[in-house]
């Protein structure tokens, strides 16, 4: 398990906090260890958590007509939470580990709290919500105007991690496509 102080050096949203501040938010915070398949975030249920991954993976889906559809996958440093836990409301997704991951875990009623006293970490909450609307413009912008190659291409080159690290059948699903039309565009794309 990695050391508290340590954290701060791998989760990119925790380095621009000053030495005081960054205390303060581990006094309240927690590191935990949990095994592939753990939910973090249940879909039709309240979550309480933010979470910042030190390591590990993690994906948020959804159901239509049964079917498991992705919505983002989460690598390390990244911040695990939905629009909807932030604003005290019910999830509409489940988030999932996909690999034993380690994360730093803090109440959302804590970090509110905090974002209050500390312009710093006020700062942070602007900076994930700035990015959950840019990866939303990603996201639009690829359904809207690209083929399914260009989506594939894109998701490559600006993740080159997932295809290690995420079932095609995910990567499918994300993508908008069949397990099948995503296996001949990997056909097409490495010959």
């Known amino acids: 398990m990695i050391k508290k102080e340590h954290s701060r050096k791998i989760v990119s949203y925790l ?10 938010f581990m006094e309240f915070a927690i ?28 994906k948020s889906y959804n159901y239509k007509d049964s079917k498991q559809i992705c919505l ?10 939905t629009i909807r836990s932030l604003d005290d409301l019910i999830s509409q997704e489940t988030v999932e580990l996909l690999e034993d991951s380690e994360l730093i875990q803090i109440k ?11 312009t710093s970490i006020s700062s942070l909450m602007l900076q994930l919500l700035k990015e959950h609307i ?19 291409d894109k998701l490559i080159r600006d993740f080159p991690e997932v295809l290690q690290r995420v079932s095609l059948t995910d990567i499918a699903s994300y993508l908008g ?15």
């Open 15 to 24: 380095a621009g906090l000053s030495d005081e501040t960054y205390d303060v």
């Open 134 to 152: 840019l990866f939303l413009e990603y996201k639009l912008n690829g359904l809207q105007f690209m083929t399914s190659e260009e989506r594939y």
């Open 108 to 118: 959302l009623g804590d970090l509110m709290t905090l974002s209050n006293q500390f």
């Open 177 to 191: 496509l069949s397990r099948e039309t995503l296996s001949r565009i990997r056909r097409k794309t490495t010959k």
């Open 72 to 81: 983002w996958f989460a690598f390390e440093s990244d911040c695990i939470a």
């Open 31 to 58: 590191i935990k260890e949990y095994p592939k398949g753990k939910i973090l975030i249940e879909h039709g249920k309240k979550n309480e958590f933010v979470f910042f991954l030190i390591s590990g993976s993690a």
